[in-house]
């Protein structure tokens, strides 16, 4: 944390610090393999191109960025880890103008890997659609921002309600992506995932997972896409770093074709796995 290496119990940070104060940061999270942390320059560029969207230039270039990550990785004696680094503007006056930030704080939590229940990938898990709405005209939609009420509020819907993820539709009510993934559903021979002028977020496992369905003879696509088309897909699936490649079998009282997680949905599972070795 700001260049001294602190056990999670001795870390502060002022209370002016605009990240504290507004959300006002950006962040990347990573997932190490065998002491290897998977796609680590995609995620640099992803956290460089949000700073460039919200004004904050990354103060520490990236080859530093690198050696702490791996620093913290063996420190902790891990091998499957879990790793996030924040950025926020820095601690300045109170109120709104970011002109009076100094010292950007650098944040990079490093721990063991807890994967999702197994159930999830055997059984699938369950999406319901929530009251909040992405705004796909926003160029925040870009950026990986500390501001995350709108998917924390998104995720307590889905908890009372018995989902175990909230479906954020944009505002023209199109699906966008889920509260912490981005979503694709398969279509006879196309492989789709709505596209970013949808308010998804560009996400790095999205990215990879498109980039492998010709392996499947699939046509990956990205386009808009409606509620009521994602409900009647052959199959459905989310991604992320940490989650990977989980299958969908029900959204709000829908069931996504015969309710199992497809053969699709396992295939691109497991070539996502070869990918990261």
């Known amino acids: 944390m700001n260049e001294k290496i602190v056990d999670e119990k001795k870390a502060v940070i002022s209370a002016f610090d605009r990240g504290v104060l507004y959300g006002d940061g950006v962040?990347?999270?990573m997932r190490s393999y065998d002491k290897k942390v998977f796609a680590l320059d995609r995620h640099l560029d992803r956290?460089?191109?949000?700073?460039?969207?919200t004004g904050i230039k990354i103060s520490k270039d990236r080859k530093y960025l690198k050696y702490i990550i791996y620093k913290l990785i063996k420190i902790n004696r891990l091998k499957d880890a879990y790793i996030r680094l924040a950025v926020t503007r820095g601690a300045g006056r109170?109120?709104?103008?970011?002109?009076?930030?100094?010292?950007?704080?650098?944040?990079?939590?490093?721990k063991r890997f807890t994967a999702y229940p197994d159930k999830f990938y055997k059984k699938g898990v369950i999406l319901c659609t929530s009251s909040i709405r992405r705004n796909e005209r926003s160029r925040l939609c870009g950026a990986k921002t500390l501001n995350y009420l709108?998917?924390?509020i998104a995720r307590m819907e889905a908890q009372r309600r018995g989902a175990t993820d909230a479906l954020l539709l944009n505002t023209k009510g199109e699906v966008a992506e889920s509260a912490v993934s981005n979503i694709f559903m398969v279509k006879k021979k196309d492989l789709v995932t709505p596209s970013l002028e949808s308010g998804a977020l560009a996400g790095i496992t999205r990215e990879i997972v498109l980039s492998l369905a010709h392996r499947l003879n699939l046509n990956p696509v990205e386009r808009r896409v409606g509620l009521a088309e994602l409900k009647s897909a052959k199959e459905a699936f989310l991604t992320n770093t940490l989650m990977e490649v989980m299958p969908v079998v029900r959204v709000d009282n829908k069931r996504i074709a015969n309710g199992r997680p497809g053969l699709v949905t396992k295939s691109i599972h497991r070539l996502y796995k070869e990918s990261v070795k």
């Not at 956290?47 to 969207?53: K, M």
């Not at 109170?94 to 490093?110: E, H, K, M, P």
């Open 94 to 110: 109170v109120g709104l103008d970011a002109t009076t930030a100094r010292d950007q704080s650098l944040i990079i939590i490093v």
């Open 150 to 152: 709108n998917n924390i």
């Open 27 to 29: 962040f990347e999270t």
């Open 47 to 53: 956290l460089e191109a949000s700073g460039d969207i």
